[in-house]
């Protein structure tokens, strides 16, 4: 028997309240019992991002808040600055040009944050810019992109918008919209939130609101300005993902129980964890400027990543590979939501194991060690 550890950048692994509420017996959403619940999530969500303007959740990925982002708040031919990082900032793009976008795909080497001489300048070129899309924590490259120099930068333009996808950044760091300047703020229910997939969440800054009149884009589904009018009354426009709802009433209680500031602190100490750990093994780090959500690493020369997670998997861990031209080079490792620090010494000590297992010379124990003494030092400050 092997049990099945999720170590995946989403989805993560459910705590019990999570299971619980899930398990329970659906109800009905034209109901008061149901409008409750969805009110006081909602109220839990903007304590989360530490604000009293509207928060939306739709029934979609985290995608569908992204689009949502888009046709709610921009305009056919606008041009927008996509930061283009990763898989997402792709995304990012390429949902830009569907809609028909005049996108400016600032497109950075895979690992690395954007440079700001750069951004700077494309914007001293384009002070027309409507929007700047960018990814908070960018999931394929394990990168944290700063968010108060995009804020300055859209603040200083006469109308853009910062619009951030924060699907791996919310519930991991303390992400304020309105104190850090964001504009349009989205996450997704499989990550720090600790559910299933299937829920996305949505912040609009006024400045953002003002925009709802002016966009051209079509839109049905996901309409802002519809849900906002039957969310602020605890209903949604469509049938929503009740389960998930009621779950989310579950997950986000854990999260203000614990505290933003140490929540963001616990997650701080799982990634030096994991980290340091990697470094004292030998291997390098694909992030110049690594989020806390989860770490992404190159396997040794000679090992494939992807063989390698094969073998991790036998012995019960499962993590990420790469994608496009990382596949097979490196492990993703998720250290956001429900996790806790023994968690990082199983994980670590499952690489130890299979890099001795694929002949890679590995002093055992070496990198649990360091993870450790990290723990120790850091044990004083956790509550
Ligand atoms: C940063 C980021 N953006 C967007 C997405 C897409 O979200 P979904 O797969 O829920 O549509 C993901 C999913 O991993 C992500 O990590």
């Known amino acids: 028997m092997v049990k099945e550890r999720l170590f995946t950048p989403g989805p993560v692994p459910l705590p019990p309240q999570v299971i619980r509420a899930l398990g329970q017996q659906i109800i009905h959403h034209r109901t008061p019992e149901f409008t409750n619940i969805f009110l006081q999530t909602r109220k839990n969500l903007q304590k989360l991002l530490n604000t009293s303007r509207d928060v939306l959740t739709f029934a979609s990925s985290g995608t569908g808040a992204m689009e949502a982002c888009i046709v709610n708040f921009l305009s056919r ?34 690992g690395k944050t954007y440079d700001k001489e750069r951004v700077k300048e494309i914007l001293t070129d384009n002070p027309d810019t409507k929007g700047i899309l960018v990814q908070h924590s960018e999931t394929s490259t394990t990168t944290l992109h700063d968010l108060k120099f995009l804020a300055e930068m859209s603040n200083s333009l006469e109308d853009c918008l910062l619009i951030v996808d924060g699907i791996t950044s919310v519930g991991v760091y303390r992400v304020f919209p309105e104190e850090i300047g964001i504009d349009l703020l989205i996450t997704g229910s499989q990550k720090a939130l600790m559910l299933p997939p299937g829920l996305s969440v949505l912040y609009y800054s006024e400045k953002a609101q003002r925009r709802l009149d002016k966009s051209d884009l079509p839109k049905y589904y996901f309409s802002v300005k519809a849900e906002s009018k039957k969310q602020a009354k605890g209903q949604t426009a469509y049938t929503p993902a009740i389960n998930l709802i009621v779950a989310l009433s579950e997950s986000l209680k854990m999260i203000l129980d614990e505290g933003l500031e140490n929540l963001e602190k616990r997650h701080e100490i799982l990634a030096q964890m994991t980290r340091e750990a990697m470094k004292e093994l030998g291997l390098r780090l694909l992030s110049e400027s690594p989020s ?63 890099l001795h297992k694929m002949g890679y010379k590995v002093e055992l124990g070496k990198g649990v060690k360091r993870a450790q003494e990290i723990l120790i030092n850091n044990l004083q400050g956790v509550t």
């Open 77 to 110: 031919g606008d041009r927008v600055l996509v930061i283009n990082a990763g898989k997402f900032g792709e995304r990012w793009r390429d949902l830009g040009l569907s809609y028909g976008l005049d996108v400016i795909d600032y497109q950075i080497e895979w």
């Open 292 to 354: 806390n959500s989860a770490t992404g690493v190159f396997t040794p020369e000679g090992i494939d990543a992807d063989l390698f997670r094969k073998e991790l998997q036998k012995i019960g861990v499962r993590v990420a590979g790469g994608q496009d031209h990382l596949k097979g080079k490196i492990i993703r490792i998720a250290h956001m939501g429900y996790f806790d620090y023994l968690d990082m010494i199983e994980v670590i000590s499952a690489i130890e194991i299979i």
